[in-house]
């Protein structure tokens, strides 16, 4: 039985699978690749949608431990980025260590299937439910349609920069 | 009454939102700027994601006529009536009318409106429906179609967004 509740993780679904079809391939210095000093590159974006994932889902909505911190995932990683990747300078993004790929797509499905039990423990009253902090508040409704649209765009900056490496269809 | 809905339109209007102020204050060449001969530029983006949500939500879902064409939009802007976007090979992205940018949005208006209508619209049982997309010669189901939309749409802005700060810099 279709849900819109089904939408929203088919939505989800979508961008990871095209995510791992989007690096496939990818050598390292691909990975790390920057369009200009300024730009991200591909491992660091593909980390961050993972962190954005379990903080949205697994930290906030679920009130729980996120997969990075139960999973130990900073020491396997060898990441020691203290947040999520929000309002990093350039040079942290440059700072980046090399990191296994494979251990990466680890982690997140990992946060893929911690949130997708999350989701499934959720109904239809809990979107009017509201995660504050830091001053701002905001409902789980606005989070899940959040996490769709942020997750997406940084697959299409993956993509793009992808193509500028590759050119069209590569 | 909350229901799982509005995540799903909460998402529609965010990445609407954010597309104006990506796009906000771009000059004609910048709109046309792109990184190298490959690649899509900004105003070829917009355009195609007005494209994709009058045709998904009009078209495929709702099975009525494109707004493209039941309001004469392609006629404002000067393009055949097929023209969607989907598969255009490079030379064609190129070529493409240095069309007014405010008349693109006014579509986009128009098609993200007639968006939310269309989940308003939607009863539970009809995202079990199968739908026919002729474009694409291919039966698809609506709770998958409402999922991609926003994957989509979403990834679309991303390039945007990609694509201003190589022209503007980092937050330029």
Sequence with gaps: MGSFKDAIKNGMTEYLDELKQKIDGLTDAELRWQANLDANSIQWLVWHMARVEDSWINNNIAGGESVWDAGGWAAKTGITYDNSGYGQSSDDVRAMPDVSMPDLVKYYEDVRSAAFKVIDGTNDEDMDNVFTRGGRSVTWSWILGHVLVEESQHLGQVAFARGLIRGLNN | ?172
Excluded: C
Excluded at chain 2, 32 to 51: C, D, F, G, I, Y
Excluded at chain 2, 84 to 109: H, N
Excluded at chain 2, 151 to 164: F, K, P, T
């Design chain 2, 1 to 172: 009454m909350p229901s799982f809905r509005d995540p799903i339109k909460s998402g529609l209007n965010e990445y609407y939102g954010k597309l104006k102020q990506t796009v906000e204050g771009l000059t004609p060449e910048e709109l046309l700027w792109q990184p190298n001969s490959e690649s899509n530029h900004v105003l070829w983006t917009v355009w195609h994601m007005a494209r994709v949500a009058d045709r998904w939500a009009n078209s495929t879902v709702l099975g009525n006529e494109e707004l493209w064409i039941r309001y004469g939009w392609a006629e404002k802007l000067g393009m055949p009536t097929d023209k969607y976007g989907r598969g255009e090979t490079p030379e064609q992205v190129r070529d493409f009318p240095s069309v007014d940018i405010g008349l693109v949005l006014e579509y986009y208006d128009v098609a993200h409106a007639s968006m939310l209508g269309m989940i308003d619209a939607l009863e539970q049982s009809d995202l079990d429906r199968d739908v026919f997309a002729a474009y694409r010669n291919e039966s698809l189901n609506i709770g998958w179609i409402l999922g991609h939309i926003l994957a989509e749409e979403s990834q679309h802005l991303g390039q945007v967004a990609y694509i201003r700060g190589m022209q503007r810099g980092f937050d330029g």
